[in-house]
Nanobody
Framework: HVQLVESGGGSVQAGQSLRLSCVAS??????MGWFRQAPGKEREGIAT????????YYRDSVKGRFTISQDKTKNTMFLQMNSLKPEDTGMYYC????????????????WGQGTQVTVS
């Protein structure tokens, strides 16, 4: 049974940074990702990492600003978010699955509860 717990969200001003963390338990190698959902909008994938070879893939809107990474010794995935914009506001979710580098929700079968990010 996979469990994912996110942390690190908060309220910041535009241009500032945040680092999200996702601690995973009961999960073996595959693919992990970060999704976000803005008020009134659908959840969208923004970054994904292959936990085996550490290859990554990003949504265009976050390329160059966000970095996904992992520390396998701590079973933790990170999302470093720099140069934050108001449109980055939303609930951020950690997800785990087996498909390679997918930003589609259907490729993931385990989800965290989310952490709120607000950029003003």
């Amino acid at each position: 049974h996979v469990q994912l717990v996110e942390s690190g969200g908060g309220s910041v001003q535009a241009g500032q940074s945040l680092r999200l963390s996702c601690v995973a338990s009961g999960y073996s190698d595959g693919c992990m990702g970060w999704f976000r959902q803005a008020p009134g909008k659908e959840r969208e994938g923004i970054a994904t990492i292959d936990t085996g070879d550490t290859s990554t893939y990003y949504r265009d809107s976050v390329k160059g600003r966000f970095t996904i990474s992992q520390d396998k010794t701590k079973n933790t995935m990170f999302l470093q978010m720099n140069s934050l914009k108001p449109e980055d506001t939303g609930m951020y979710y950690c997800a785990a699955g087996t498909a390679a580098l997918s930003l589609r929700m259907g490729s993931y079968n385990a989800w965290g509860q989310g952490t709120q990010v607000t950029v003003s």
